[in-house]
């Protein structure tokens, strides 16, 4: 069983930078494959990166391209999203989720475990 918890969110401007964490704990950590989703009000939630277990591999959402990076650290048993050059449009809840497979999952029901979430809020 893996936990996961997100931190790193906050109220920024347009433009500013955040860089969110996730930190797992629990089960065989660096072998999983992890992703950052979001969900927006009124919105599903959505894919924005995802990184395979060793950090060889990564996938970034076309809204992401350029602005946010996904990383990790398993010495740290943490994974990054580097948020840059936000927008109103990046407002939603960030997710941090893990799937039990070494390699990289863009979809919702491909990840078992989740963190709770941490709110980003953009003003323009």
């Known amino acids: 069983q893996v936990q996961l918890e997100e931190s790193g969110g906050g109220l920024v401007q347009a433009g500013d930078s955040l860089r969110l964490s996730c930190a797992a704990s629990?089960?065989?950590?660096?072998?999983?494959?992890m992703g950052w989703f979001r969900q927006a009000p009124g919105k599903e939630r959505e894919i924005v990166a995802a990184?395979?277990?060793?950090?060889?591999?990564?996938y970034h959402a076309e809204s992401a391209k350029g602005r946010l990076t996904i990383s990790r650290d398993n010495a740290k048993n943490t994974v990054y999203l580097q948020m840059t050059s936000l927008k109103p449009e990046d407002t939603a809840v960030y997710y941090c989720?893990?799937?039990?497979?070494?390699?990289?999952?863009?979809?919702?029901?491909?990840?078992?475990?989740w963190g709770r979430g941490t709110q980003v809020t953009v003003s323009s």
């Open positions: 990184i395979n277990w060793n950090g060889g591999t990564t």
């Open positions: 989720a893990a799937r039990g497979t070494r390699f990289i999952g863009t979809m919702n029901e491909e990840y078992e475990y």
């Open positions: 629990g089960g065989t950590r660096s072998r999983y494959a």
